[in-house]
């Protein structure tokens, strides 16, 4: 089946340790999104890349970088992850931005711990 | 200022009884989307509407987009406990390209 795959579902780092999370997609969308998600909350949008053109939400840390080498793999990179920093991050991919190509499908997550 | 508003925040109800949630904007979207997000797991899409007054029906879900596309309402018929969930609507702007999540609705259905 074609999906979105987040790995690890899991990850616990420290205080200041750089970590990296990994989304991939077997659909062959253009666009992939990364989100952050506190609880409770609705997803933020830290930034998406349409096809290698990335796009930085205006109130994105500088702390959060991406990478995405190719169509199907995408990567978040926290270079200094604080406290706040923990939360769900949850990857999505749409077929494009445009009504009727933006329906979002998404990652199951990866929930970071912070210590 | 949220571009997109959901109410009621929190919701519980019993099982078998119907209920409806809202998602309103000031703006006008070119569609919108509604989601469900069960604990630890990321949104799944349930539905999209892209006409004014459109209606969509998804088993005892019923969606709908208002006329002037500022608005979506959900209802849910007979609701069971499976329905339990954080309900979110999505969208993007008219002439926009940023995609946008209201705060969602958590919705608990009782046995």
């Known amino acids: 089946d074609a999906m979105v795959i987040q790995n690890p579902r899991y990850q616990v780092t420290q205080f200041g340790k750089p970590v990296t999370l990994s989304c991939s997609q077997t659909?062959?969308?253009?666009?992939m999104y990364w989100y952050q998600q506190k609880s409770s909350q609705a997803p933020k949008l830290l930034f998406h890349?349409?096809?290698?053109?990335?796009?930085n939400e205006a109130d994105t840390p500088d702390n959060f970088q991406s990478r995405r080498p190719n169509t199907s793999f995408c990567f978040l990179d926290i270079r200094s992850p604080g406290l706040g920093d923990a939360a769900m991050y949850l990857c999505?991919?749409?077929?494009?931005?445009?009504?009727?190509?933006?329906?979002?499908?998404f990652g199951p997550g990866t929930r970071l711990t912070v210590l | 200022t949220q571009l997109l508003e959901q109410s009621p925040q929190f919701l519980s109800i019993q099982e078998g009884e119907n209920l409806t949630v809202y998602c309103n904007s000031s703006?006008?979207?070119?569609?919108l989307q509604w989601y469900r997000q069960e604990p630890g797991e990321g949104p799944v899409l349930l539905v999209t509407v892209v006409t004014g007054g459109e209606v969509k029906k998804l088993k005892r879900l019923t969606f709908q987009f208002g006329d002037a596309r500022k608005d979506s309402s959900l209802h849910i018929t007979a609701a069971q406990t499976g329905d339990t969930g954080l309900y979110l609507c999505a969208g993007v702007k008219n002439y926009g390209q940023n995609f946008v999540f209201g705060p969602g609705t958590r919705l608990s259905v009782l046995p």
């Open positions: 890349y349409y096809d290698k053109d990335f796009n």
């Open positions: 999505a991919t749409s077929r494009g931005r445009s009504a009727g190509r933006n329906e979002q499908f």
């Open positions: 703006s006008v979207f070119s569609s």
């Open positions: 659909l062959n969308h253009n666009v």
